[in-house]
């Protein structure tokens, strides 16, 4: 019943993942680049970085591949940061260098309120997680290939370990300078993308494709991640359940969700067990 649960919920997130597959004519770099965007934004921010993607192709970032300049001029830009006046030399240099790139690509950048700020701790604003994202593309070429051909979680964890330009390591925000701090892509979060967006696409992959080792891939991969911790796995835990990996807590969430809470007790072997056990009184 755990594994119906877990392929129940890698399908339904497949369904997402699909339709933008199916938009991009196939192309399975561009659907994970614009997944991975996504993942970027965690749960706060994952439609405006989801838009972001979108809105600014890969293949135009990798026109301007070997220029980490560029392509945060692109991403900032596009994502409306860089609407505003600064005091600052870098922003400016900045907005100038997008100025000229959204006129050669007629782009029109996002709204800045789109973003959201409040009640963050600053190492996941937005700013950073695009700044971590610009040195992503900047430092890997045939990702979706890297993360299909890797073994196991320690290479994903390799492929995405990123760190900030020298700009970010003392900024937050534009324009506020801080104490000088590395910002890299904590393995926290490496792990929650692998959970919402890397595992689920790689298991998409091998549906298309029928190929079963990829599939397996995708729950090897969350076999191997510690168990997410959150409300409903603590209320499991209360309860007895003693979840081991993600992919028990994948499919605990997804028995809550989409079981629990729609009363399909009668269709659950879980449910049915309790009531054979405790048959209503006539």
Known sequence: WMDR?????????????????????????????????????????????????RALPLLTLLKHKNQLFQIEALLFGQAGFLAFDFKEEYPNKLKKEFAFLQEKYELKPMAAFSWKFLRMRPANFPSIRIAQFAMLIFQSTHLFSKILAASDIAEIENA?????????????????????????????????????IIAPIIFLYGKEKANDKYKNKAFQLLESLKPETNKIINKWGELGMKPDSAYQTQALLQLKNKHCDAQKCLSCPIGNAILNKHPTKK
């Open 5 to 53: 649960l877990l392929v129940e919920r890698l399908e339904q997130r497949c369904e997402k993942i699909a339709v933008l597959l199916k938009a991009n004519k196939h192309n399975w770099e561009e659907t994970f680049y614009q997944c991975l965007a996504s993942g970027f934004g965690l749960k706060v921010n994952t439609e405006p970085f989801g838009q972001l993607g």
């Open 160 to 196: 995405l370990a990123v760190k900030v330009s020298p700009y970010w390591e003392s900024h937050y925000v534009f324009d506020k300078e801080t104490k000088k701090r590395k910002k890299s892509l904590g393995k926290r979060t490496i792990h929650l993308l692998t959970i919402n």
